[in-house]
């Protein structure tokens, strides 16, 4: 909604500076003078307020954690758990029961380096790498 009203404001500004330089030259001038100071402050306002503003993590669980993954990276914000990672790897046989969740508390950062893993829990049951098996 912000874009369409800064959209159509833009406009009416710029159809009245056309509109004033072709009846009046010398005020067309001073007027896009002003405006274009005016709009010069209004954008290191919003660019200031955007670069102080902390966005709070859009976390469904409500916690601060992060995860992210390099190029080639994985990551896992909990447990990673019976899955086979690479060419012509693979989990076979009963699982294991997994491990315990991370606790709830933990906001520590989970990030996994180019072709890196990593995770904020248990990593159990897997077979990681091209050829590789878990019996």
């Known amino acids: 909604m912000g874009v369409w009203v800064v959209a159509v404001v833009a406009g ?54 992060r995860v992210r993954a390099a190029r080639g990276g994985i990551a896992a914000g909990g447990n990673i758990t019976g899955n086979a990672i690479g060419d012509r790897s693979k989990v076979v046989g009963s699982p294991t029961p997994a491990g315990p969740a991370p606790a709830s508390g933990q906001d520590s950062d989970v990030r996994a380096a180019r072709d890196g893993l990593a995770a904020g829990g248990n990593v159990t049951d897997n077979a990681l790498g091209d050829n590789s098996e878990r019996r």
């Open 12 to 65: 009416v500004v710029s159809a009245g500076l056309i509109v004033a330089l072709v009846v009046n030259p010398d005020m067309a001038d001073r007027t896009a003078s002003v405006t274009g100071a005016i709009v010069g402050l209004a954008a290191f306002v919003l660019a200031v307020t955007s670069l102080v503003h902390t966005p709070v993590p859009s976390s469904g669980t409500g916690g601060g954690r």
